[in-house]
């Protein structure tokens, strides 16, 4: 039987991490980036947590490492035009008024028909990514503590991620959680978790996100990639252009069919003829959907 589906709102939650290896550090990005307030208990850190965790301007229990250039390192357009930027998958989409401003190297650009369009509206869609605290007056939302896991570790937890390889400190870290009532996602054996990351990737908005039953990671990790190479820039743009209209709507019309016939128009307007079609023609369909509502 497969697993549900699900978005979680980690904001401004305290996840416990166990274990301070590669699985940790690859879990840590992912809490923070999503705005939780992480804490790693490991007896051995992995050099890049330290390293992140300083990123983040705080202090932990672990002596801080001498920093070189972040492979979080941003890449953006300067000036006007369109760009994608991030690591190795889109992290957010930056979008002025179309202008025939280069990008620069490893960011992307709508081609030179797309531009035509002078209405299109400055529309800004920068991610939080994995190098900044997403906590405002929190200096720093990742915490290490280089000793071994104790039970009382676990309080005012809301998830744990139980990724160490001793199967018996793992064990205990599980059955603490089920106790206390905190989710659980392990990275030894997943099927006995609550939680099950999924391979995902950002851009704007949209999230792609690719899960294969546990069967093969790396498998779920390359079709992630896949699907964003093909996913059109456009879209992120797009639905942004459209979330304060769906908002307005939501609020004037108390039919639940009004709402519905409104919101389908929209969708239609911000389909294939926009994104399939010229940038100018397709974003003046939207709009007149929109000023017709």
């Known amino acids: 039987m497969p697993d549900l589906a699900v978005m979680l709102n980690v904001r401004g939650r305290l996840c416990l991490v166990v274990g301070g290896g590669k699985v940790a550090l690859r879990r840590v990005r992912s809490l923070v980036s999503c705005g939780a307030m992480v804490t790693v208990v490991a007896q051995c850190i992995h050099p890049e947590l330290v390293a992140l965790s300083e990123q983040h301007g705080g202090r932990s229990d672990t002596p801080p490492l001498t920093q070189g250039e972040s492979e979080f390192s941003l890449?953006?357009?300067?000036?006007?035009?369109?760009?994608v930027y991030g690591t190795n998958v889109f992290d957010g989409l930056c979008v002025h008024r179309p202008s025939p401003s280069l990008a620069t190297e490893g960011s992307a650009t709508l081609?030179?028909?797309?531009?035509g369009c002078s209405e299109v509206p400055r529309v800004e869609l920068n991610n939080t990514s994995p190098t900044e605290s997403t906590h405002t007056g929190q200096a720093n939302p990742i915490k290490l503590l280089t000793r071994a896991y104790q039970s009382g570790d676990m309080e005012h937890a809301w998830l744990v991620v139980i990724a160490t390889d001793d199967?018996?400190?793992?064990?205990?870290?599980?059955e603490d959680a089920?106790?206390?009532?905190?989710?659980?996602?392990?990275?030894?054996?997943?099927?006995?978790?609550?939680?099950?990351?999924?391979?995902?990737?950002?851009?704007?908005?949209?999230?792609?996100?690719?899960?294969?039953?546990g069967i093969s990671a790396a498998a779920a990790a390359r079709?992630?990639?896949?699907?964003?190479?093909?996913?059109?820039?456009?879209?992120?743009?797009?639905?942004?252009?459209?979330?304060?209209?769906?908002?307005?709507?939501?609020?004037?019309?108390?039919?639940?069919?009004a709402r519905t016939e409104k919101f389908t128009g929209i969708d239609r307007g911000a389909g294939h003829d926009v994104v399939?079609?010229?940038?100018?023609?397709?974003?003046?369909?939207?709009?007149?959907?929109?000023?017709a509502r």
């Open 167 to 174: 199967a018996k400190v793992n064990q205990q870290v599980h």
């Open 223 to 257: 079709i992630r990639d896949e699907l964003m190479r093909e996913l059109d820039p456009a879209w992120a743009v797009l639905l942004e252009v459209v979330r304060p209209y769906r908002e307005s709507i939501q609020l004037k019309y108390e039919s639940a069919e």
């Open 111 to 115: 081609s030179q028909g797309e531009r």
């Open 178 to 213: 089920r106790r206390s009532g905190v989710l659980i996602n392990r990275s030894d054996e997943p099927a006995m978790g609550d939680v099950q990351l999924a391979a995902h990737a950002r851009q704007g908005p949209i999230t792609v996100s690719v899960h294969t039953d």
């Open 75 to 83: 890449r953006s357009n300067q000036g006007e035009g369109v760009a």
């Open 276 to 291: 399939a079609e010229s940038w100018d023609r397709g974003l003046a369909k939207l709009l007149r959907v929109i000023a």
